[in-house]
T-cell receptor, first 114, second 115 residues
Framework: AQSVTQPDIHITVSEGASLELRCNYS??????LFWYVQSPGQGLQLLLK??????LVQGIKGFEAEFKRSQSSFNLRKPSVHWSDAAEYFC????????????FGQGTTLQVKP | EAGVVQSPRYKIIEKKQPVAFWCNPI?????LYWYLQNLGQGPELLIR????????DSQLPKDRFSAERLKGVDSTLKIQPAELGDSAVYLC?????????????FGPGTRLTVL
């Protein structure tokens, strides 16, 4: 079955500290992987995506993610968190043969302490 | 470039009442998606349109939910009658064409509360 698991429902980090949000996926074919961010009252904004090639991908707002096929993971990282990064983060998967249906994880809420 | 527009942003109704949500996708985007996002969960696909044709509605509860995309542009999602469990955020997204390779652009959503 196709699924995405985000093990951490809620994470709190101090401003300026590093961040890693975990994502594990189960997908029968070659996965396309995404990270979205959702601020309160806002729609989802794409942070970054992985299709193929270099397993370390760079995104907007200073985020990066690393695809590890052997671990079925696509963890999101940021070296120094800003207060404005407080939001909900969603990992999602689809595939090249898929018609665009995104399968989302349940999300991780990030709180940033001053 | 304008993004995906949804209205209303918030809706409060009593159970058994009908409700409708409207979505205007990004100009030129042929593919339109409706997602349901329950509290504390990720979005789940309800229906996908290619132009005016609903090509994937397997997750749409057809006994009470209906959708249409007239002229392949705007779309309306309707619930009749609404139940307490329908309280959620309804997200609309669009992409130039279908396929995982193409980014989906999301609207701000409509938050429905059923009392």
């Amino acid at each position: 079955a196709q699924s995405v698991t985000q093990p951490d429902i809620h994470i709190t980090v101090s401003e300026g500290a590093s961040l890693e949000l975990r994502c594990n996926y189960s997908y029968g074919a070659t996965p396309y992987l995404f990270w979205y961010v959702q601020s309160p009252g806002q729609g989802l904004q794409l942070l970054l995506k992985y299709f193929s090639g270099d397993t370390l991908v760079q995104g907007i707002k200073g985020f990066e993610a690393e695809f590890k096929r052997s671990q079925s993971s696509f963890n999101l990282r940021k070296p120094s968190v800003h207060w404005s990064d407080a939001a909900e983060y969603f990992c999602a998967v689809t595939g090249s043969s898929n018609t665009g249906k995104l399968i989302f994880g349940q999300g991780t809420t990030l709180q940033v302490k001053p | 470039e304008a993004g995906v527009v949804q209205s209303p942003r918030y809706k409060i109704i009593e159970k058994k009442q009908p409700v409708a949500f409207w979505c205007n996708p990004i100009s030129g985007h042929n593919t339109l998606y409706w997602y349901l996002q329950n509290l504390g969960q990720g979005p789940e696909l309800l229906i996908r349109y290619e132009n005016e044709e609903a090509v994937d509605d397997s997750q749409l509860p057809k006994d009470r939910f209906s959708a249409e995309r007239l002229k392949g542009v705007d779309s309306t999602l309707k619930i009749q009658p609404a139940e307490l469990g329908d309280s959620a955020v309804y997200l609309c997204a669009s992409s130039p064409v279908a396929g995982g390779f193409y980014e989906q652009f999301f609207g701000p959503g409509t938050r429905l509360t059923v009392l």
